[in-house]
Nanobody, 125 residues
């Protein structure tokens, strides 16, 4: 299994940027596709971005496409989410999650086996 810990959240002004990190520990980080999800107060958890185990394939929610970039460094057992042009509606707790590689990269939360505890991102107007 793999343990995940998010970091890098904080308070930023609209239009600003943040870089989230998800550090993995445990077995064979490169065995996992990785995803980022977020959950705002009173709303369901939603897909943000995902990256294949190799880093070749990425997926983005329409709401963040062109503003967010997911990447990974398997040598450092870390996946990143670079968030630019942040909007107040991006405010949420952001979670990283791991899916054992094999088949399509899931965009539903049920497709992921391991989850971090989340990091708060707050974007002020």
């Amino acid at each position: 299994q793999v343990q995940l810990e998010e970091s890098g959240g904080g308070l930023v002004q609209a239009g600003g940027s943040l870089r989230l990190s998800c550090a993995a520990s445990g077995r064979t980080f490169s065995n996992y596709d990785m995803g980022w999800f977020r959950q705002a107060p009173g709303k369901e958890r939603e897909f943000v971005a995902a990256i294949s185990w190799s880093g070749i394939t990425t997926n983005y929610a329409d709401s963040v496409k062109g503003r967010f970039t997911i990447s990974r460094d398997n040598a450092k057992n870390t996946v990143y989410l670079q968030m630019n042009s942040l909007k107040p509606e991006d405010t949420a707790v952001y979670y990283c999650a791991a899916h054992v590689r094999g088949g399509p990269i899931p965009v539903m939360i049920v497709g992921y086996t391991y989850w971090g505890q989340g990091t708060q991102v707050t974007v002020s107007s």
